[in-house]
């Protein structure tokens, strides 16, 4: 059975102050790890993929990269508008039916 | 691009009613949609996945008489609860598959059941 888990569940920076979040992961065979950013009252939105491992996907503030067992998000300098929960979610390279599997998130809160 | 909508984005009925919500993709035709329902402080959980003009693939636990999913066309999919109940209660988020990998999400629908 696939599994995702996020670390740390809650994250408190102060503006400007770099970080981490950590998704390791189980899985029978990776097709892709999807990086998704929740605010509250929303939907996912999605911000990355990445399929092998070395890979690095970057947007703004935001650098995802990925190892066989585990993918980071780094967030260099954050404001405070970055604050929301990041969801990181495997898709299993066996089936048809394209079906995620999510971690439970890390809620960060980038303070002024 | 990869835009996706839901209706309503927020719903109050009274207990034994049932509730349409509707999710579709605006810019692009879905392979899949998928529903989710997610509770306070809670991640996503899948539903149902359904392919458009097939009968919906529903998770262990969904009742599938409770949760009617239609997917009628390649840009529309609909789930209707039906005799809500409060346990009903929930945040309900489709999400839609193009070609590739990735599935984009919609911006939730919040139902409440009095």
């Not at chain 1, 970080?19 to 929740?38: A, D």
């Not at chain 2, 509707?22 to 949609?33: V, W």
Request: aromatic share 10%; glycine share 8%; hydrophobic share 30%.
């Amino acid at each position: 059975e696939d599994q995702v888990t996020q670390s740390p569940e809650a994250l408190r920076l102060q503006e400007g102050e770099s970080s981490s979040l950590n998704c390791s992961y189980t899985v029978s065979g990776l097709r892709g790890l999807f990086w998704y950013r929740q605010d509250p009252g929303k939907g996912p939105e999605f911000l990355f993929t990445l399929y092998s491992a070395g890979e690095e996907k970057e947007k703004e503030r935001l650098k995802a990269t990925l190892t066989k067992k585990e993918s980071f998000l780094h967030i260099t300098a954050p404001k405070p508008e970055d604050s929301a929960t990041y969801l990181c979610a495997v898709l299993n390279s066996g089936g048809s039916n394209y079906k995620l599997t999510f971690g439970k998130g890390t809620l960060l809160t980038v303070n002024p | 691009g990869a835009v996706v909508s839901q209706h309503p984005s927020r719903v109050i009925c009274k207990s034994g009613t049932s509730v349409k919500i509707e999710c579709r993709s605006l810019d692009f035709q879905a392979t899949t949609m998928f529903w989710y329902r997610q509770f306070p402080k809670q991640s996503l959980m899948l539903m149902a996945t359904s392919n458009e003009g097939s009968k919906a693939t529903y998770e262990q636990g969904v009742e599938k008489d409770k949760f009617l999913i239609n997917h009628a066309s390649l840009t529309l999919s609909t789930l209707t609860v039906t005799s809500a109940h409060p346990e009903d209660s929930s945040f309900y988020i489709c999400s839609a598959r193009p070609l590739g990998n990735e599935q984009f999400f919609g911006p939730g629908t919040r139902l409440t059941v009095l």
